[in-house]
Nanobody, 113 residues
Framework: VQLQASGGGLVQAGGSLRLSCAAS????????MGWYRQAPGKQRELVAA???????NYADSVKGRFTISRDNAKNTVYLQMDSLKPEDTGVYSC????????WGQGTLVTVSS
């Protein structure tokens, strides 16, 4: 199983980005998918997650601004990020929990003030 994240970039505060994470293999539809981020000098934190049956949860810092969704037909999970803030800057990585925890390479998001 491999995960391929894309969609990062440089955006001004208040702008939007949409991240995508495409998975290979047949476990995607059964998996909990998560987006994590690591800001410079900080530990990696969970940003948002979606279970196999579309139950979502979000970090308090992104509630109301970010939306996680999944398309099982495309084996892809998305993170729509709106009203971006400079503190959202970091490397965003996706995670799939089955058949074992798997991490994709990160994509850098930079929000300028």
């Amino acid at each position: 199983v491999q995960l391929q994240a894309s969609g990062g970039g440089l955006v001004q505060a208040g702008g939007s980005l949409r991240l995508s994470c495409a998975a290979s293999g047949s476990f995607f539809r059964f998996s909990r998918m998560g987006w994590y981020r690591q800001a410079p000098g900080k530990q990696r934190e969970l940003v948002a997650a979606v279970t196999f049956d579309n139950i979502t949860n979000y970090a308090d810092s992104v509630k109301g601004r970010f939306t996680i969704s999944r398309d099982n037909a495309k084996n892809t999970v998305y993170l729509q990020m709106d009203s971006l803030k400079p503190e959202d800057t970091g490397v965003y990585s996706c995670n799939q929990n089955l058949p074992k925890p798997i991490w994709g390479q990160g994509t850098l998001v930079t929000v300028s003030s």
